[in-house]
């Protein structure tokens, strides 16, 4: 069956350092994946897509990479600040197909 | 830009009554839009693809005649969950694309709260 995993444990880091986040997927080949921020109560914002011949992506403090041989994307956020306390989902699509099929979501606690 | 909107943000209703959702793109116009369920500490699950002018397409296990979707123009989309049970308690959120071919970016509303009692 299809499955997008995402560490279920909340990452705790000190204020200043880099977050790694982690989204492993099985039994898909999506044309791209996309990282989204929700905060508790609210909608998905967009952060970043990364396309399947792209291996890294980058926007201010994030920073996104793809492997397809390793169904794996990371997600960075270098010098993270307490106001990128959240919860991160990562999301996949086919070709042709808008349908997204979302993670879990892993929570970022930056400690000051 | 790309702002989208719901209303209401919270609902309480009875069981056996019916609530309407509504979804509005503001500064843009979307001609597909999404809407998702999302329990506590799950993942956003997709319920259905509304495409304006057009019946919506509904994943598999969601009962189109108990969430009925209304996309009448290329800034509303509603869905009205009818017949509700304690059981569609939840978090709906509807997202957009808008026009000029394939976007791959989705703007999200902020969620609409849904209690039965």
């Known amino acids: 069956s299809q499955k997008i995993e995402q560490n279920s444990e909340a990452l705790n880091i000190q204020e200043g350092k880099t977050a790694t986040l982690t989204c492993n997927y099985t039994?898909?080949?999506?044309?791209?994946l996309q990282w989204y921020r929700q905060d508790p109560g609210r909608g998905p914002v967009f952060l970043l897509l990364?396309?399947?011949?792209?291996k890294e992506k980058r926007k201010e403090r994030l920073k996104v990479t793809f492997d397809t041989t390793l169904k794996q994307s990371l997600f960075h956020i270098t010098a993270s600040q307490p106001a990128d306390s959240a919860t991160y989902l990562c999301a996949l699509a086919a070709y042709g197909n808008n349908r997204l099929a979302f993670g879990k979501g892993n929570q970022v606690v930056v400690i000051p | 830009g790309a702002v989208v909107s719901q209303h209401p943000s919270w609902v309480i209703c009875k069981s056996g009554t019916s609530v309407k959702i509504e979804c509005r793109s503001l500064d843009f116009q979307a001609t597909t839009m999404f809407w998702y369920r999302q329990f506590p500490k799950q993942s956003l699950m997709l319920m259905a693809t509304s495409n304006e002018g057009s019946k919506a397409t509904y994943e598999q296990g969601v009962e189109k005649d108990k969430f009925l979707i209304n996309h009448a123009s290329l800034t509303l989309s509603t869905l009205t969950v009818t017949s509700a049970h304690p059981e569609d308690s939840s978090f709906y959120i509807c997202?957009?694309?808008?026009?000029?071919?394939?976007?791959?970016?989705?703007?999200f509303g902020p969620g609409t709260r849904l209690t039965v009692t």
């Open positions: 039994n898909y080949s999506p044309a791209y």
């Open positions: 997202s957009a694309i808008g026009t000029g071919g394939l976007s791959y970016e989705q703007y």
């Open positions: 990364i396309r399947e011949n792209e």
